[in-house]
């Protein structure tokens, strides 16, 4: 398995819609979760962390399912402005202070 | 807010020349990372620092080396470029004092073509 993986999308959602994304990993012993948005050509910025059973912040909420090894992202009302690709972040298993990215998923919003 | 700066936005080497690639924050961060992104294959780690003058190997560092002086600059070097080093670098940095993992916090990255 995969030290995180995620569906790559697209997910092709129109304007005011809910959409969640999941992202799974392996390492069971993970404390810490993070939610990435990147816009196309740019870096990757933090959208939320996850270090417990979950997070929420406006119109964004992160879940974390420790028993199924899932992290998940719900975005409501979704806007134009959400047109991103959503990288999910692990803890890596092999270091300290190290994390694993997710390849993203691609989120189209459409009017 | 933590700034990342990376030196350049943009930058064309030739085949065979030693490339710098350099990255300061300005947060007083233990940890720095530099990482590659490729399409396709996500944001893969080169190397990471956890204090001055230390280095550890990430994922893929054949080809690179690195160089931690100060606490605040992390740099990047191709002994000799070659064109499958094309790609988008992003630097990175982060906190130790919290005793969880800590999000990163990206530099605006670097892309580099290699003719």
């Known amino acids: 398995r995969k030290e995180v993986e995620q569906d790559p999308g697209p997910f092709n959602v129109p304007e005011g819609a809910t959409v969640a994304f999941n992202c799974t990993y392996s390492n069971s012993a993970s404390q810490s979760f993070f939610w990435y948005r990147q816009d196309c050509r740019k870096e990757p910025k933090l959208l939320m962390s996850v270090y417990s059973s979950g997070n929420e912040d406006g119109r964004f909420t992160a879940q974390l399912n420790r028993a199924s090894q899932y992290i998940s992202l719900l975005i409501r009302d979704s806007k134009l402005s959400d047109s991103a690709t959503y990288l999910c972040v692990v803890p890596y298993s092999g270091g300290y202070q190290k994390v694993t990215f997710g390849t993203g998923t691609k989120l189209q919003v459409i009017p | 807010d933590v700034k990342v700066t990376q030196s350049s936005r943009y930058l064309v080497k030739r085949t065979g020349e030693k490339v710098f690639l350099e990255c300061v924050q300005d947060?007083?961060?233990?940890?720095m990372f530099w990482y590659r992104q490729d399409p396709g294959l996500g944001l893969r780690l080169i190397y990471f620092s956890y204090d001055v003058k230390m280095k550890e190997k990430g994922d893929i560092p054949e080809g690179y080396s690195v160089s931690r002086e100060k606490k605040e600059r992390f740099s990047l070097i191709l002994e000799s470029a070659s064109t499958n080093q094309t790609s988008m670098y992003l630097c990175a940095s982060s906190t130790s004092g919290t005793g969880y993992n800590s999000p990163l916090h990206f530099g605006n990255g670097t892309r580099l073509t290699v003719t």
């Open positions: 947060m007083d961060h233990e940890n």
